[in-house]
């Protein structure tokens, strides 16, 4: 949908279509998603400011906002209403900019989004998973300490954006991860993490020893699954890691305890 009429909407009213891509927030087809009780996925783009009113059905599975620009009121205010949803819930964040700082004090008062906030770290996020493409540090400050218990990151990028708050998602359970991995593997891990999953992604060999390394230190079992992971070649890797480094890492490696780690590769290399 993109520019429609309001009659077209009131032929649409509590029709059982599963999908809705709506093109525009100057959109009137948010008025009718709430009617849609066999919607199953919902695509956004545009902008959005000020207070998220979007009202969702039971049914949905899926939010995926692609090309969006938001404030951060719109955004927490976004997962807060699909924090209400009482069954798991996926949210694609495919490419989405958020609002300079100067452009969100011109529109929300300081008092407000700290309201906000506050609301917005109280809800248990636990059914929602997070699905991060094209990123900014911003993005992960809005994710920071909340209850979130499933992360994708489809870029090293965003993985490097995302180690500074991992610590503090406390709920965190499965973290899947995607892209190209060099250096030494910087991640601290919450105590939480049960779960990690490393899918079509390059990396050296020293960041998959301190990986493990890091996996080691979390004081209960954890699953990691390497679903096409290709080690760089050793040319490669000499290019990146200094000989010294890499042997030295490989002592620590036989040190530390792995014993809590479990190791399933698939389609990965020798």
Not at 115 to 138: G, H
Not at 187 to 211: A, D, H, M, T
């Amino acid at each position: 949908m993109n520019n429609v009429s309001k009659e077209l909407l009131v032929i649409l009213r509590h029709a059982s279509i599963g999908i809705l891509d709506i093109r525009t927030a100057e959109s009137l087809a948010s008025d009718i998603v709430h009617t849609l009780n066999k919607l199953k996925q919902i695509y956004l783009r545009g902008t959005y400011t000020g207070r998220c009113d979007l009202r969702l059905p039971a049914s949905l599975q899926c939010i995926s906002l692609q090309k969006v620009e938001c404030s951060t009121e719109w955004l927490c205010s976004l997962l807060i209403t699909l924090s209400s949803l009482d069954h798991p819930v996926r949210c694609n964040l495919v490419d989405i900019e958020l609002q300079s700082s100067k452009e969100t004090r011109r529109e929300e008062s300081y008092t407000h989004v700290s309201d906000l906030r506050s609301e917005f770290l109280s809800r248990d996020m636990s059914n929602i998973e997070i699905v991060v493409d094209k990123v900014s540090k911003e993005l992960f400050e809005i994710l920071r300490d909340t209850s979130i218990e499933i992360l994708l990151l489809k870029t090293a990028d965003g993985a490097a954006c995302a180690s500074e708050i991992l610590h503090t998602l406390q709920r965190l359970k499965k973290l899947y991860l995607m892209g190209t991995f060099t250096g030494r593997c910087e991640f601290k891990l919450p105590v939480s993490l049960q779960y990690i999953n490393l899918q079509k992604s390059e990396c050296s060999s020293e960041w998959l020893r301190s990986l493990f390394f890091t996996l080691s230190s979390v004081p209960h079992p954890v699953r990691c699954d390497l679903m096409d992971v290709v080690l760089q070649q050793s040319e490669e890797a000499r290019e990146n890691e200094s000989h010294i480094h890499v042997s030295d890492l490989g002592s620590e490696k036989c040190v530390f305890d792995r014993s809590n780690i479990e190791i399933l590769v698939q389609n990965g290399s020798k």
